[in-house]
């Protein structure tokens, strides 16, 4: 019975109320991987181990590691860490159309759109931070937060210069 690392996100059972996740095997690499409940290939459940309930939070990515049950049927999850992603920056300005800072970080992307932003979240300097600080999966959110902050200015001072009313 050997260890299997994968990542996972864990969703409550609405049967049980307990955390589970979901894994498929590659066919071609035969490494777990971990999928969503409604995905179409095959796949088994994953279980917490007694000394993790508790512990995990519910649409967050962890690492984990997966041991098999003994009937087969499913894994039962011995560890778990919290992924971490280092955020990167992307700023995109086209003079009169798009004021735009992109921060990536593992699969999700947050905007800072000045412009034409489309709520609050992404159109003000404090909904972004608000937005980064909610984030369990940054390396350093009060790193990102500082450096977006001067990312956000610079982009506002071109937006001023270019003839735009800035509220700060």
Known sequence: ???????????????SGEMIAFV?????????????????????????????KGLVLPNVAY?????????????????ISLLKFN?????????????????TFGHKVLYFDPKDGNSPWSRTIKGVERAIRERKDLADTEEVIERFREYANDLLDKYEKDGYLVKR
């Open 63 to 79: 690492e984990a590691d997966l041991k098999p049950m003994r009937k087969g049927n499913g894994y039962v999850v011995v560890s």
């Open 87 to 103: 955020a990167e920056f992307e700023t995109i300005i086209i003079p009169k159309a798009v004021y735009q800072i992109r921060i």
């Open 24 to 52: 498929t095997k590659s066919s071609t690499t035969r490494q777990l991987r971990g999928v969503d409940e409604n995905s179409e290939s095959p796949k088994k459940i994953c279980v917490l181990s007694e000394d993790l």
């Open 1 to 15: 019975m050997a260890i299997e690392k994968t990542r996972l996100k864990f969703v409550q059972s609405p049967e």
